[in-house]
């Protein structure tokens, strides 16, 4: 159909950068949660791309095996979530191991259901900029391209050549983790407060923009952040939780602890 979008997923980035920024905050590293993809990228099928893990050097074997496991119950949970395939790569042996055909696999998926007409609008998850000729590619073909990557880890070449560009911090990061780890360690609010009953703690910065710590009277911690589109704030009972959130949302937190 002319209007729909289609997810094509880098799935080494989210396995890299999902537990590096969710461990922060659930205080264990989390399941990605295989039904979620759908609904966090608007798309009507959703395409993942990976292959089974490489062994670490000096790894124990049986500590592999469980990394391995933990892979396998992930691809399943894929391939049974509705519009959603998985698209495995292969792993080469040698004296080292490493993952081939992951990246050709998706470029070619990508450009072939564009060819066909298949879609009109791509999310595309990853930071590489070896990814870059594929989204110049599909904008030539006059697609909108969505780049979803790592806040951190993310090309800036790439970003810039995509139509958009979702930056992918805790929230986003959130979203796509298990249900019921989600319900245990919920995100603080997203809701102002009365400025005016508020006392002011600190000033100081979130990811280098204006921000202020302030206390309501009920004993609940916020933080405004001054963003380039106007002032977002978050509320949250605990300040050490609260200050965690903006320093893995949106970057280091300067003068406010």
Known sequence: MADETYAFIDGGHLRHNHPRVARDWFGVEPSLNPNCFRNVFHASKVFYYDSLPEPEKGENPDDYQRRVSRQEELFRGLKRAYGTHVREGILVGGKKTSQKQVDILLAVDAMTHAVRGNMKNVALVTG?????????????LGLHVHLWGDLQHTSNDLADAADVYVPMSLTIYHSMTDEAEKKRVPLPRAA????????LIREGTVGGMPAE???????????????????????????????????LEYGPVVGLK
């Open 213 to 247: 710590l302030l206390l309501s009277p009920s004993e609940a911690w916020a933080v405004v952040i001054r963003l380039p589109a106007g002032e977002v704030w978050y509320t949250h009972r605990e300040n050490p939780r609260l200050l965690k959130f903006c320093e």
């Open 192 to 199: 102002a407060v009365s400025r005016d009953d508020c006392k």
């Open 128 to 140: 590489d900029q070896d990814f870059k000729p594929l989204v110049e590619a599909l904008v030539g």
